[in-house]
């Protein structure tokens, strides 16, 4: 900072000037506060009011450790701790600090402008206690968010070591020598820089206090804890390296490899620890709960470890190694910073380990129950189900990045708000995507074809594998494997051969020569219809559909063709034709084949029983002799 010397006089257009800014403002800030960390309302400083602990630092006989003055400071602070331990949150409004920001920087602007030295100096020290303030205020706030993120108790030390030390950078030696200077001028200016500088020193020396009596003091607010505060192991490796025999050695490997025969006891301890968990007790456990959760769930017939995943196992494993791994870094760790940046890694990982069993677990229970759902429900879709379990798999992978960025201390709602501006920019680069998934709602929502259906989309055609968000992939009859984009495939006319209950057609014409008698061919035609009406897998309207009013006939909505058509249908080149029209009832493609099989030998027999015969095709050459 620089010091100033001299102390002019306001002009009338420094005064002008300032008046503007003051305009601008709105009269929000209080120009010259005695104590800039009560410039909240009053309802907001009852929680943590420092007046008390400024006044008693500020008193003379301070510096000399009288017994009375240092409880009342204690007492005042144990209300901090207590506020800590209820949750109360520091109430500190964000918008009138920048405003008070902008309005100090303003002065200062103008007032160097006309080298109103003292004025400045005074807003510099007003800029000082507001930043004093905001750091005041997010310490004892992320020491709360500590506390219920269950944080170690190196995180509490770096964050109020960090504080401490910048308090102890904050250099206020240049005006405390312009302090001297004007320390008997009472004119306005003078009085607001006195002040001001009178509650910046007592501040720096009420925070420093604070800081160090809840460093120092951390149980008060945040119980030591065995599993948080590594264990307790660190004891046990400084009694180790202690040991007389080995203490050289520690020491010299702890020089060169910065490990010491200690952690490397501990380590193998734990590694051994862990091993055993996850080779003996583990499988124990494992066996354990397989007999407690071995019975038949009886809605739904199938056992609770069919909906258990095999993978259950693994992951609990991976959970445990990862646990080791923490435990040996905390150990071999001494910087309390990159310990701190590393835990939100370790949080996040456990996180997404459990996601993933819990996914697991699910997508087994709904497939090993798949068949009485729908069954039970035969209007849901087995696409639908599969879609949702896709977008949740991508919620989950939404969620445990938004926990990783809050772990690493980012702002979620700043993110979310940007998303606003960028989301802009991301659906135009991701347009093509965005139409691919909107394709993939309209194809489940319209249910034009299913999963397992035998489409032509195009020149595609084959079996639906399955419908993606983005794609549909489409197996062909030559075994091949066909991945279309959805926004691609909502546009096409699709034909789809599987949107059928009952009814495959069989379609043929038989040829009889023409030297057969027509009323043996007239009791072919009836003998055929016969046995088509009484053929057992034939669609005939003995078939019982329902019949009542809907506003879509219901035989074209679902798929029923029965439809029995034999008659005597030309005189073709050759032989006399006869049509055959039906339907089989199975549409399956094997079925079908089987029907007609059996349909054509029926034919053969009753052709040959009414005395007709198949005609080939030939041709009469008729020569005219001249």
Not at 365 to 390: A, G, H
Not at 518 to 534: G, K, P, T, W, Y
């Amino acid at each position: 900072m620089t010091l100033y010397n001299t102390v002019s006089n306001s002009n009338n257009s420094v005064k002008q000037q300032l008046q503007q800014t003051n305009n601008i403002v709105k009269d929000n800030i209080t120009e010259d506060s005695n104590d800039p960390m009560t410039n909240s309302s009053n309802h907001e400083i009852d929680y943590y009011d420092l007046g008390i602990i400024i006044k008693l630092v500020q008193s003379k006989n301070f510096n000399n450790q009288d017994s009375k003055q240092v409880e009342e400071v204690e007492d005042e602070i144990k209300k901090i701790t207590k506020n800590i331990n209820d949750e109360v949150f520091y109430p500190f409004n964000n918008t009138q600090y920048q405003n008070e920001l902008r309005y100090l920087n303003s002065k200062i602007n103008i007032n160097s402008k006309y080298d109103n030295n003292l004025a400045v100096s005074r807003d510099m020290l007003k800029i000082s206690i507001l930043e004093n303030r905001k750091n005041f205020a997010d310490t004892i706030n992320s020491i709360i968010d500590g506390k219920n993120s269950f944080k170690d108790k190196k995180y509490f030390v770096t964050l109020l070591k960090e504080q401490i030390k910048r308090l102890k950078k904050i250099d206020i030696k240049p005006f405390e020598k312009e302090y001297n200077e004007v320390i008997t001028q009472t004119d306005p200016i003078t009085t607001a820089f006195k002040d001001s500088f009178i509650t910046l020193k007592s501040q720096l020396k009420a925070h420093s206090i604070i800081y160090n009596y809840l460093k120092t003091n951390m149980n008060e607010y945040r119980p030591s804890n065995f599993i948080l505060d590594d264990l307790s192991l660190k004891y046990v490796i400084k009694k180790i390296d202690s040991n007389k025999y080995i203490k050289h050695v520690s020491e010299t490997l702890d020089y060169y490899f910065h490990i010491s025969i200690g952690k490397i006891v501990i380590l193998l301890i734990i590694l051994f620890i862990f091993m055993i968990i996850n080779k003996k007790i583990l499988p124990f456990l494992t066996k354990l709960f397989n007999k407690k959760l071995s019975k038949k769930i009886k809605t739904l017939n199938i056992s609770i470890l069919d909906i258990i995943p095999d993978s259950f196992r693994i992951t609990m494993s991976l959970i445990i190694y990862l646990f080791s791994i923490q435990v040996s870094l905390i150990l071999l760790i001494e910087d309390a910073n990159l310990i701190n940046k590393l835990i939100p890694w370790f949080n996040t990982t456990y996180l997404a380990l459990f996601s993933f069993m819990f996914y697991r677990i699910l997508t087994n229970y709904i497939n090993e129950s798949s068949d009485k759902i729908f069954n039970q429900y035969p209007n849901m879709r087995k696409e639908m189900v599969d879609f949702i379990l896709r977008i949740i798999k991508i919620l989950i992978l939404i969620f445990v990045l938004l926990f990783l960025l809050v772990q690493l201390g980012f702002d979620i709602k700043a993110i979310i708000a940007s998303l606003g501006i960028g989301g802009i920019a991301v659906a135009l680069a991701a347009k093509d995507t965005l139409s691919n998934f909107f394709g993939s709602l309209n194809i489940i929502t319209d249910n034009s074809f299913s999963q397992g259906d035998w489409i032509k989309a195009g020149n595609v055609e084959g079996t639906v594998v399955d419908i993606r968000m983005r794609t549909t992939r489409i197996r062909t009859f030559d075994n091949g494997m066909i991945t279309i984009p959805n926004a691609e495939l909502a546009n096409l006319a699709i034909l789809n051969w599987s949107k059928r209950v009952i009814g495959r057609r069989i379609k043929m014409i038989i040829n009889i020569t023409y030297d057969s008698k027509m009323s043996d061919i007239q009791n072919l035609v009836v003998d055929i219809r016969d046995m088509l009406q009484n053929h057992s897998e034939i669609a005939t309207s003995k078939l019982h559909i329902d019949k009542k009013p809907y506003l879509l006939k219901k035989e074209d909505l679902i798929g029923i063709k029965n439809n029995l058509l034999v008659y005597i249908d030309e005189y073709s080149s050759s032989s006399i034709d006869i049509l055959v029209y039906c339907f089989s009832r199975s549409p399956n493609w094997e079925d079908w084949l089987e029907t007609k099989q059996d349909v054509i030998v029926q034919i053969s027999k009753l052709v040959e029983k009414n005395n007709c015969k198949f005609a080939f095709p030939t041709q009469t050459i008729y020569i005219e002799k001249e």
